[in-house]
């Protein structure tokens, strides 16, 4: 490789062939591309220029093209150009296009300027009727001092008083510091002061100012990006502004400003931070934002934030305004903070903090995030957001979200409208201050506001309900007219009573007394035209708390001349956790006339399904409603738990929102707003027979018949004489197994007014041995079996949806004897089952989704069965009979929401069973060439049944001075079996599988075993 004394002689002896193609800079080294050639690598260079673009320098022959006042220079990445003077007659600049028409700057630079005792200090100035493209920039500029004017002025790009300029560049940094002026301060980022027909367009953009004075006389501005004059446009991509100053006699910090001057201006403004910080021990003023006549600008989402700390002078700060005719600014999803800190409200000083103003005509929209707005004084001005002056403003958007907040004394407000201003709300907006609203303009709420904290009485406006919701915290009422023409109005009753709006519905729901304001007008629903001064459409429903309404009016006129009232046909009333003998009273101060108040009865007066309600006719100026009670029986028919219903109203215990789950469970599904009256039966009956409904009476007597089945197959005389030649129930010790299956299923079962029904699939196994010895003329036996398994059981019928997984075992003790044709044989036996229950409720309920419950169950069983075999030729015929006692308990349980929370506590039952089977079995042996026996079989029964059939149920809702008892049908009392199956044997195995099917009115049951036996 080529030494670097080598390239140096190789450079010399070419320099000028090398400048003329501009591959040599202005310092003599070869420029390729941007890098440096060195000994062994390709290094980066980066080079200190120090004189100023002005078209005339000769500095940057070697990098400069171009002719007419149209250049192109062609930097290499990270070059510098610093420009540094203590003294010059007049402002210092580093790119000056007063000699220049266009120039592009080609790669990534830094641009220093650094003035001593110079008037004006700027990075880049423009003249008039030119244009600059950059790439990537970064623009510092210094100030030290200024002994010749009363200000020290730097700014970074500087369109002042110039018109038809262009500036483009890419990402962009701004750096102005102002160090240790004798006086006053301007400094400013972009600067289009009363300038025409400018355009600058940059992509990520940052701007911080810093700088302080110490100056008595003279102040301190800062500004971001300031731009007043006519038809200028301003477009950045991320934008982050950050200003921070000290002035002794003032401090003036605006991030943004830009006027139209009569003309449009435009700027669109990128997410980002914007801060502007202003402090002074006598005026301070910071702003964000400011938009004035006619100019219009947009900002994406980021941070807006204006702090002033303020001494014996004005403290002011506003975080986005929008000022004049035509001023439009448009903000995105941002955060808008404004603190206002110290000040004097006398003469002339005033303290205000204001989040967000439009004023003067201007139109102002944020479109998410929150607007804080505070100071420390109990004097100063604060108001989250003010629009005044025949103003618009829009806050929030439809799937957005915005809080706003102003505090520091008791007289700040939230939102304040004034005159013919107007506010639109949309998405979910919250706000919160002493004052929530204030003014006299007009509020539109298309979406959701609440009213966290604060008063709304101030509000002597017009407040209309276009859509969405609007909860008022019950604090107070507004102070001038309310139409709610769509969507719900709530005060102090934030889940509305439970009650879901319908389409086109208009709702105001009262958890608190309100009282209309002087000369105010409340219109709910269709009715604008009433003329009446309460006025209800036929598409309207009024909710009240009836804890409130039994104590005092919900709606009362001023203490003034008595109101007239309207209620149409059509509209409807609802009274939450009405309560028998009660009197609730409406409204109050309104003078109606017959036929005034034709809604609010017969099923549009609705106060629970228990309830009988008559309304008053309301022409002593007063509407009223008394109530008594219905029976449960005579209003559903058929409900399982009428007594406990007519107990939790009598003793007035009724309450959707009880602490008490019963209680809160019952009075909800009774309530029309919580279920529709077809779900009423259905929903209280399924979850007080939980247990019925998921089959745990009829699975667990399954799983015990299946092993009692097994083991009476195995010691049955149809398998003992298929057994010639080497029999395996000679005397000795047998091990046998058997695999269960069964599917069960019910239908059409009544319970009460429901059909009641289950499908039940369970598998398992049992395993056991005994013992064959000689018993006189026969044969004896005797062993023991265990069992286990699972299962689960899944309703049907008219029953909400319910499901029983359980597992079970149990245990056998069995015996017989037999001779060649005559069988008998007993069993005794335990079976235990534990049943995991869930069921659903409907979700419209506000309870969760399901109700749960662990019940335990069991049977314990014995029977004996009598078999005698006839042989004949075709067949062997073996009738047989027997008897078998069943004792089925079902222990006690409660029924919980799957949330937590006892609903009902159901009682224990114990069912005594007798079962009465004869039948007759048919079965005929072969034997192979090979030597197995094969033996296929039928066995058909007839099957009575007697003593409890039904299971009883006993249930009660805890705290309730009341219970409910009911019998619900678990088995028919005749039923039929038939059995299929094939035994195959030899030497001393035997295998078997069998299928059984059982088949009653309303049941039918089958089953699969297969078997297995080993004689020892």
């Known amino acids: 490789m080529m030494s670097k004394g080598a390239m140096g002689n190789l450079i010399n002896k070419y320099r000028a062939v090398l400048k003329k193609c501009h591959l040599l800079n202005v310092f003599g080294s070869l420029a390729m591309a941007g890098t440096l050639v060195a000994t062994g690598a390709i290094a980066a260079s980066a080079t200190e220029y120090s004189a100023r673009i002005t078209g005339e320098e000769t500095e940057y022959d070697a990098i400069k093209t171009g002719e007419n006042k149209t250049y192109m220079y062609t930097f290499s990445n990270g070059d510098t150009i610093t420009v540094e003077s203590d003294y010059t007659h007049g402002g210092l600049n580093a790119i000056n296009m007063k000699e220049i028409k266009s120039i592009t700057i080609k790669n990534d630079i830094n641009i220093n300027t650094i003035g001593g005792k110079h008037t004006t200090v700027e990075a880049i100035q423009f003249d008039g009727n030119s244009n600059i493209t950059m790439d990537n920039l970064n623009l510092n500029v210094i100030s030290k001092d200024s002994t010749i004017s009363n200000y020290a002025s730097a700014s970074g790009i500087s369109m002042f008083c110039v018109n038809d300029n262009s500036f483009k560049a890419g990402k962009t940094n701004i750096e102005i510091e102002v160090k240790n002026p004798l006086k006053g301060i301007y400094a400013t980022g972009i600067d289009l002061t009363a300038s025409k027909n400018n355009v600058v367009a940059l992509d990520d953009t940052k701007i911080i100012i810093k700088g302080s004075s110490e100056n008595e006389r003279f102040g301190v501005t800062h500004r971001g990006i300031y731009a007043t004059g006519e038809n200028n446009t301003i477009t950045t991509g991320k934008l982050d502004i950050d200003l921070s100053g000290e002035g002794r006699a003032k401090m003036d910090a605006y991030a943004v400003t830009v006027k139209g001057d009569g003309k449009l201006s435009t700027a669109t403004l990128g997410d980002g931070n914007i801060s502007a910080f202003a402090k002074s021990p006598n005026d301070a003023f910071s702003v964000g934002i400011t938009v004035h006549d006619g100019a219009v600008v947009s900002k994406g989402d980021g941070s807006i934030t204006a702090i002033a700390e303020a001494g014996q002078g004005t403290g002011y700060g506003v975080g986005i305004r929008a000022k004049g005719e035509g001023a439009k600014l448009d903000v995105g999803h941002d955060d808008v903070t404004v603190k206002v800190t110290g000040g004097l409200d006398d003469g002339d000083k005033f303290i205000q903090s204001i989040g967000a103003i439009a004023d003067s005509g201007g139109s102002l929209s944020l479109a998410g995030g929150s607007i804080t707005a505070s100071a420390d004084s109990e004097d100063a001005f604060i108001r989250g957001v003010l629009s005044t002056g025949g103003s618009s403003m829009t806050l929030g958007t439809e799937e957005g979200s915005l809080a706003v907040k102003a505090f520091g004394n008791d007289s700040a407000a939230a939102l304040d409208v004034r005159g013919t201003s107007t506010i639109a709300l949309q998405g979910n907006v919250s706000v919160e201050a002493p004052i929530a609203l204030y003014g006299s303009g007009t509020i539109k709420n298309f979406g959701n506001l609440t009213v966290t904290s604060g008063s709304v009485a101030d509000f002597i406006g017009t407040f209309t309900q276009d859509d969405g919701n609007t909860n008022l915290s019950g604090q107070d009422f507004f102070g001038g007219n309310v139409n709610v023409f769509k969507g719900a109005l709530t005060v102090g009753m934030p889940d509305r009573g439970g009650v879901n709006l319908q389409n086109n519905e208009a709702m105001l729901a009262l958890g608190q007394n309100v009282t209309l304001g002087e000369q105010a007008k409340l ?37 003034a001349a008595p109101r007239s009232i309207s209620v149409s046909d059509g509209a409807n009333l609802y009274i939450v956790n009405a309560k028998i003998g009660e009197t609730y009273k409406i409204t109050d101060g309104f003078v109606a006339m017959d036929g005034d108040v034709a809604g609010w009865t017969g099923d549009n007066l609705v106060t629970g399904r228990m309830i009988n309600a008559i309304r008053s006719d309301g022409t002593d100026g007063k509407v009223i409603v008394t109530t008594e009670l219905k029976s449960a029986s005579v209003v559903f028919p058929g409900v399982s738990i009428p007594n406990t219903i007519d107990e939790i109203f009598v003793s007035n215990k009724n309450d959707v929102d009880s602490e008490n789950p019963g209680v809160a469970f019952i009075s909800r599904a009774l309530e029309p707003l919580y279920l ?31 092993p009692t089945r097994a083991i009476q197959d195995h010691l049955s005389l149809a398998t003992n004489v298929a057994q010639r ?33 289950y499908n039940s699939d369970f598998a398992g196994g049992v395993i056991g041995s005994d013992w064959t010895f000689g018993a ?31 597992d079970f075992w149990g245990v056998s003790l069995y015996g017989g004897w037999s001779t060649d044709n005559i069988n008998v044989v007993a069993d005794f036996g335990y079976s235990a089952s534990k049943n995991e229950l869930k069921q659903d409720i409907p979700a419209s309920l506000g309870m969760g989704g399901k109700l749960k419950a662990d019940v335990d169950s069991s049977v314990l069983t014995t029977g004996v069965k009598a078999e005698y075999m006839v042989k004949t030729d075709v067949l062997d015929v073996m009738p047989h009979v027997g008897v078998r006692y069943m004792a089925v308990k079902t222990d006690s349980f409660s029924t919980k929401l799957d949330q937590g929370g006892d609903l009902f506590h159901t009682d224990g039952d114990l069912q005594h069973v007798w079962q009465f089977p004869v039948g007759v079995n048919l079965s005929k042996s072969f034997e192979t060439e090979s030597g197995w026996k094969i033996r296929p079989q039928a066995d058909l029964s007839v099957v009575p049944a007697a003593g409890d059939t039904k299971a009883k149920i006993d249930v009660r809702t805890p705290g309730v001075d009341a219970s409910d008892s009911m019998k619900r049908r678990v088995m028919d009392t005749t039923s039929f079996d038939g059995v299929f199956g094939i035994e195959v044997q030899k030497d001393n195995i035997s295998l078997g599988l069998g299928y059984n099917v059982q088949a009653s009115e309303h049941q039918t049951g089958q089953g699969v075993t297969a078997s297995f036996m080993y004689k020892f």
């Open 776 to 806: 006189g003329v026969g044969k004896g036996r005797i062993g023991l079996a265990f069992n286990v398994g699972t299962g689960d059981t899944k309703s049907r019928g008219d029953f909400n949806s319910t499901k029983n997984d359980f």
């Open 523 to 559: 219109v709910v629903g269709d009715a604008a035209n009433s003329g009446a001064t309460v006025a209800f459409g036929d598409n309207s429903l009024l909710v009240v708390d009836g804890d409130k309404a039994a104590s005092s009016f919900m709606i009362s006129a001023p203490d």
């Open 725 to 757: 030649g080497t029999c395996l129930h000679e005397d000795g010790f047998d091990l046998w197994a058997n695999a269960l299956y069964g599917a069960n299923r019910a239908r059409d079962f009544s319970a009460g007014s429901l059909n009641a029904g």
């Open 676 to 706: 529709p009256e077809s779900d009423v039966v259905t929903t209280l009956d399924s979850a007080a027979q939980l247990s019925y409904a998921g089959g745990v009476q009829a699975s667990t007597i399954a799983v015990a018949q299946a």
